[in-house]
């Protein structure tokens, strides 16, 4: 393969692909039906789960709050598609296998199919990061200064980064607003700034976040190489001719890789919008959503079950129930919150055990639960679960097999009452994300395509990359961890370019950099300054 100077790629390079298309009005008519259908099922799957349950749909500064803060969380996923999928399409446009308009269609869809099957494990693990009292708290003014603060921050730096046509990381951004209004919060309360974090939780993520890059340009090159040795395909590593697609087999490996890596995109990225609809969902309209109506009466003979053997494993480890509800709230909350064991832990955790199986007893049903119930008992399921979460990890706690596995048991049995994601909720998100996925993508994909090596990506090359994305964001889906498609990506196709000597343009790897590096810093104080302006707002 030819990698002298003359290959450097170039807009006037025969094989540079055409971007510029008109839209089409087919395309727009598409979008505006997408939007208004989405708006409509959402609405009226918003109005009737209030209504079954018993809720006002006539407060209308509540649902004022609510559409505003909903509009937000659709807008970070909208800007998630266009800025993070952009890498998903790049290689099939580079290497001419699929025609730009039609690649981001077809990426759009496949993301929209991702959210609309995953299982929310990524989003919950986000919502994990944030403060407990302004997650005890999210209807309150605080609550929603905690939500608008750390996604306009998120929006605000992603349009940055897509302006100047880097790829920088949305899972990476919106990590960092979390922090941020953390930090700001426990400042804000005269308390050390590092206690407004779960940093456990924090490093788990950071780490994910850390090696996607690394593995993304390390095992891509490795791919190229073993590729090369075992394939003996000439065309399979040279540049396009032209706007010639390539035969058959490789373009269909290459549409494969870019279906999968927008499926698996949509699965982990489109989970973060649901985590924080959701926290929104419970702040403002917690009758309909803060505990799962859906679960059937006959679990909840189960649920109590497991409650009294949970309470009694406890028990026999010396944790006596004798504290009274609110105290053992308050115990658990400062756990959670510092990490820190006190005595009396193991004896809060049996009250509010006892004390939730008590009231899921007393009602027969979450659906049966009176309105005026609703939030403490969800609040009372969130800080039990997060303690046991919490304990479990914690090497000074050792529980018997037995004590383990009610605990377990019991926490699998709370968060599939508090942990649950409507249809309607997945639908939205997918639709904004998949229509995100249609608009704007051109600077992303030129700097993928074009900015990243000195020579033109081979089908090779481009197949080595999104191979390594998709699996590489598969697996952290299956782990419940977010992972940054754009760093896979990009990575990957400077690791395949590495491997080629193919050379790199040290200009843009260096801008990479620095958008990895300042966008956590940034999003911090970012969503840190604006999580103190809307507490003075509000």
């Known amino acids: 393969m030819n990698t002298n100077a003359a290959a450097t790629l170039s807009p006037q390079t025969a094989s540079r692909p055409r971007l510029e298309y008109r839209t089409s009005p087919y395309t727009a008519i598409l979008f505006i039906v997408l939007v208004v259908a989405g708006a409509v099922f959402a609405a009226r799957s918003l109005v009737g789960d209030i209504n079954s349950a018993g809720g006002n749909t006539t407060a209308w500064l509540t649902f004022v709050l609510l559409g505003i803060a ?17 890498n998903a399409v790049a290689t099939v446009i580079y290497t001419h296998s699929l025609p730009p308009q039609f690649a981001v269609v077809w990426s759009g869809l496949f993301n929209l199919l ?15 990061l944030l403060p407990v009292e302004l997650i005890l708290q999210v209807g309150s003014s605080a609550g929603f200064a905690m939500v608008f603060a750390l996604l306009i921050a998120a929006i605000i730096w992603n349009l940055g980064t897509w302006w100047l046509g880097l790829p920088a990381s949305s899972s990476h951004t919106l990590i960092g607003s979390i922090i941020g209004v953390g930090v700001a919060n426990a400042l804000m309360h005269g308390r050390d700034g590092t206690s407004g974090v779960d940093w456990a939780q924090a490093v788990k993520i950071g780490y994910s976040l850390l090696l996607s890059p690394l593995i993304g340009f390390v095992v ?20 396009p001719h032209g706007n010639t697609p390539p035969t058959w087999w ?6 494969l890789t870019c279906t999968g890596v927008s499926y698996f995109h949509g699965s982990n990225d489109g989970q973060k919008g649901m985590g924080l609809i959701m926290l929104i969902l419970v702040g403002t309209v917690p009758t309909a959503y803060a505990l799962n109506r859906a679960m059937p009466v006959s679990a909840m003979t189960q649920f109590v079950a497991v409650a009294q053997v949970t309470q009694q494993s406890l028990t026999h480890m010396g944790g006596t129930a004798t504290t009274s509800a609110s105290s053992a709230r308050t115990t658990l909350e400062e756990y959670v919150r510092t990490k ?46 997060e303690s046991i979460r919490v304990l479990q990890k914690d090497s000074k706690v050792k ?8 605990l377990t048991a019991f926490k699998k049995e709370i968060d599939d009452a508090t942990k649950f994601i409507p249809l ?20 992303i994909v030129v700097t993928v395509g074009e900015k990243i090596g000195k020579t033109h990506l081979t089908y090779a090359q481009g197949a080595s990359a999104e191979i390594v994305a998709m699996l590489t964001i598969g697996l952290a889906d299956g782990f419940g961890l977010p992972v940054s498609t754009t760093h896979v990506l990009s990575s990957g ?10 050379g790199l343009q040290m200009a843009t790897i260096r801008n990479l950099l620095m958008a990895w590096v300042l966008t956590l810093p940034a999003a911090i104080v970012l969503s840190g300054c604006l999580y103190w302006l809307f507490r003075q707002l509000f």
């Open 493 to 502: 196709v400077a690791g395949t370019m590495a491997a080629n000597k193919s």
């Open 70 to 86: 909903l509009l937000i969380a659709l807008g970070f996923e909208f800007v998630n598609g266009f800025h993070d999928t952009a």
């Open 250 to 255: 490789v373009r269909g490996l290459l549409v």
């Open 399 to 406: 529980f018997d097999a037995d004590a383990k596995r009610n």
């Open 114 to 128: 991702g959210v609309i099957v995953s299982t929310g494990t990524v989003a919950f693990g986000i919502i994990s």
């Open 220 to 239: 891509a090159a490795l791919l190229l190489l073993t590729l090369r040795m075992l394939v003996k395909q000439p065309e399979l590593y040279d540049e």
């Open 424 to 443: 309607w909720v997945k639908v939205a998100v997918a639709i904004a994300l998949g229509l995100g996925t249609m608009v704007g993508w051109k600077r």
């Open 340 to 385: 820190e064991l006190k005595p009396d832990l193991i004896g809060a955790l049996a009250t509010m055990t006892g004390s939730i199986g008590d009231q899921v007893k007393e009602y027969g049903s979450l659906a049966r639960m009176p309105a005026a119930s609703v939030a403490n008992v969800r609040n009372d399921m969130y800080l039990a679960s």
